[in-house]
Structure formats: C-alpha cells, structure tokens
C-alpha cells in the first residue's frame, strides 16, 4: 500500500537533530515558554516577513486568539460577522463561534476552491468585520481582489494559513504576511508540521501582537498578573525546538510537493477525473493535490484495491454538520458539488519516482 502520508519517512532526515535538541531541551530544564520558543518565533516571522510572530498551541487557538485580540482592542465586537468559504475545514468556523462572533459562509468556486468572489460581494452586511480567506490545499486566494474588497468595506483581513506554510506571491510576499493577522497550523500532516501539536500567528501590528501573547498565558502582563481573561494556548517549547529544524528544511519539503504536483498535472489524463486549476507560480506548495471526479467514490474504492491511499477532504460541508444546526437551511450547490467530488492525492516528499508513476499509470487506468 502506498499510505497517503508516511510521516515515519518524513521526520527520519531530521532523526539526529531531533534527538540532539531534546537532550538539550532535557538539560535546561526549562519546558514552557523558553528561548526555543522565543527563536522560533523569530525565525519563522523572518520567513514570513512579518514583524511579529506569538506561538499558539494549534492552529484552531490561532484564529480565535486573533479575533480575541482585536475584540481586546475594540476593532472588534460580540456578534460581528466574519466572511468564511462554506468549503474551509470546520475549525476555521469552529474558531470564529468560540470567539463570540458571527461565521457568514460563502459559496465556494469550482476552479480555485476559494471564494465565489460574486457571493462575497453579496454577503456583506452592516455587521460584517472581517473577511477571513482560507488558503485551502496551499494555494493562496487571490489576495488583490481580496485586499481591494477588504478597503472597500473596511474589513481586517485575518487569514488562515494552516495549509498554505511558504505559499507566495510574484512578488515573493509569503501568505502569513498576506493579511492584518494570519494564523498557522503546525499540526504532524501539515507542510510545516511539529511532533505534536502547535501553532502560531504572524502579524506585522504591534498592538496586536502585544494583546496576543498576554492572551495565550492567561492575560499575564507579568508573573501573575492579569490584564485580561486570557486562555493557556502557549506554544510548547518542545516543539518549538523541533520545527525550527524543519523550518529549516521547508521550501525544500515544498519543492518537492510541487515537484510532484508537476508530474501528476502532465502526466494524468483520465476522461473521469478533474485536474486541479495552477498557473505554475509560487502561490501553491500542495499541501494537498486534489482532483474532482464525479465518480469519486469509485474511484477512491478502485485506487484503495491497487495499493494507493487516499483522502477526501472533506467529505461533509460545515453547513451540513450535525454540530453546525443552525446552518442546515443554507444551499452552497458548488460547495456541495465540491464535498461530493474531491479527492486528494498524496503529494508526500517521500514519496519515490516509481511510487509516483504507480499512481499515476492506476489513475490512468480508471475506466467506470
Ligand atoms: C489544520 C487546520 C486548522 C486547525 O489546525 P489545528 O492545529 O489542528 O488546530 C485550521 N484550518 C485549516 C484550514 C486547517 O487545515
């Protein structure tokens, strides 16, 4: 079987490294908020190009301590409205609701995953605040248009970038720099992933981040002393130390998705099967490679008995979750179409060349 993410195969080039750092974190002595977290928040703010970068404990804490940061700050309040894609994972809406505010969701476009552009515009009220773009499966929203509508309604921009680690524009600007505050994921699968779990916000405000790092240690100013009703979302020191490694490492990690992306884009040719839109820029990383079929169920069953592992992601919209009731009534026909149709197929860097031309020879060879 050729698994869908080998992470065993994944972290065995950082073995030494990892093992070196432990023993050094084992020695200080010092396991919570230490100068591994404090270098890799700066280290990873460098790649981003952001001023600041506040380490969370995962990616679902990052959005919503952002929203709690700007609710600190009066730029936000109880029951203000965030435009959310009706196709992002549900922890992005999961974030907006803890944070006492409003998910309005948006239809979902066929060819780039992201927003219907035409239903955003639609969407706005006199409630609406933000507008939170999801850089799903590595490939960043189209950020001009998303800026140009965030002026014109004066919106904050607050991205979540757990799937889009190193993805850039032309202009070499990388999605955690492309918002007012963006939030990252460095959950095991994802293209910058930890041993564990952790996460983390980059933003180039000031006041923002100076909220934020009190937020996640209780609202502590100092030892003990509150200025807000904080949460414990801190980033693990532990972890710190082991993706600073990795940060190390992920453009190249990155190349090789894309590498692969590459080959499957040239290579597969099947009447059943959708390929994924991509310019060939520097706006994707493949965090996930995902086609559409409308035999998608078939298919995944047929590539499952010739030995290849796949994943849908997802296979039930947010609007149709038994946790999200209150959204039952709303009708998103691409959103749905895209639940029904999806199906990724792995990009792991360790993936072989003679692995990749099995899934790509099986892929062509789905008749149905
Ligand atoms: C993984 C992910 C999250 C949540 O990250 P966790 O670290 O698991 O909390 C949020 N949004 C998207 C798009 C994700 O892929």
Not at 44 to 53: I, K, L, P
Not at 94 to 123: M, R, Y
Not at 262 to 275: C, D, G, H, Q, V
Request: contains cysteine.
């Amino acid at each position: 079987m050729i698994p869908f993410l080998n992470l065993k195969n994944l972290n065995a080039p950082y073995e030494k490294e990892l093992k070196q750092q432990f023993d050094r974190f084992l020695n200080t002595g010092w396991y919570i908020l230490g100068e591994e977290v404090t270098f890799f928040e700066k280290e990873y703010a460098t790649y981003c190009g952001t001023s600041h970068c506040v380490g969370t404990a995962n990616g679902l804490d990052a959005i919503r301590i952002i929203l709690e940061g700007y609710k600190i700050l009066k730029k936000l309040h109880l029951g203000d409205e965030v435009l959310v894609a009706s196709n992002t994972y549900i922890a992005t809406i999961i974030a907006i609701k803890q944070a006492g505010l409003i998910p309005v969701l948006v239809e979902a476009d066929l060819d780039t995953f992201n927003f219907d552009f035409k239903d955003l515009e639609s969407k706005i009220t006199s409630k609406t605040k933000v507008v939170l773009p999801t850089h799903l499966y590595g490939q960043l929203t189209d950020m001009e248009k998303i800026f140009a509508f965030a002026k014109a309604h004066h919106l904050l921009i607050v991205a979540d970038c757990a799937q889009s680690h190193g993805a850039q524009t032309n202009d070499g600007n990388k999605s955690g720099s492309l918002a007012n505050a963006a939030a990252h994921s460095f959950y095991p699968t994802k293209n910058l992933g930890a041993l564990g779990d952790a996460g983390a916000i980059t933003t180039d405000d000031n006041e923002l981040a100076d909220v934020i790092k009190k937020y996640r240690n209780y609202g502590f100013e100092k030892a003990y002393i509150a200025k807000y009703i904080g949460v414990n979302s801190r980033l693990d020191e532990l972890q710190a130390a082991f993706l600073r490694i990795k940060l190390r490492d992920l453009d190249h990690q990155n190349n090789k998705r894309i590498a692969i992306a590459k080959r499957y884009l040239s290579e597969i040719k099947n009447e059943y099967i959708i390929m994924p839109q991509w310019n060939g820029q520097k706006d994707h990383v493949f965090h996930l490679f995902v086609i559409r079929s409308k035999y998608r169920n078939e298919l995944q069953e047929y590539l499952k008995n010739n030995g290849i592992h796949t994943i849908i992601h997802y296979p039930i919209p947010p609007h149709k979750q038994e946790a999200l009731q209150e959204f039952k009534e709303l009708y998103f026909p691409t959103s749905e179409q895209l639940h029904n149709e999806v199906l990724s197929i792995s990009t792991d860097p360790t993936l072989t060349p003679v692995e990749v031309d099995k899934i790509i020879s099986v892929i062509n060879n789905f008749v149905c």
